[in-house]
């Protein structure tokens, strides 16, 4: 399978997870406001590869990484619980394929 199929597939499974997320939601006291979903960052790694096929992975925004690649999630706002849930559906997809991926997040 072509690299660039692969990397669509998996950010179509990303963004499907990321929509049917539930997002935790805090207000904060002493302030007047809705509440709002938790903050955090998301991102997907991948190591060994190597030639034409990390080149394609670049092309699709993956950065380099003090180990392998990565590819910081940057939509859906603030919402660590929808952008950890689209970097663990990507990640999985990637490991479908035989990609030796992992995904990473934290909350801000």
């Known amino acids: 399978m072509e690299i660039e199929t692969i990397l ?8 499907n997870a990321a929509q049917n997320a539930n997002p935790q939601m805090i ?8 509440p709002f979903p938790i903050c955090g960052f998301a991102t997907v790694r991948v ?9 394609e992975f670049k092309n699709y925004g993956f950065g380099k990484y003090s ?5 910081n999630v ?3 706002g ?7 849930a689209y970097a663990r559906a990507y990640t999985q997809t990637l490991k479908d394929h035989g990609f030796n991926a992992w995904s990473e997040s934290r909350l801000d």
């Open 8 to 15: 669509l597939e998996a950010h179509t499974r990303g963004h």
């Open 27 to 34: 207000a904060v006291r002493g302030y007047e406001s809705e």
């Open 47 to 55: 190591t060994g590869l190597r030639g034409k096929v990390l080149a």
């Open 67 to 71: 180990l392998g690649i990565g590819l």
């Open 74 to 76: 940057g939509d859906y």
């Open 78 to 84: 603030q919402s660590y619980d929808r952008k950890s």
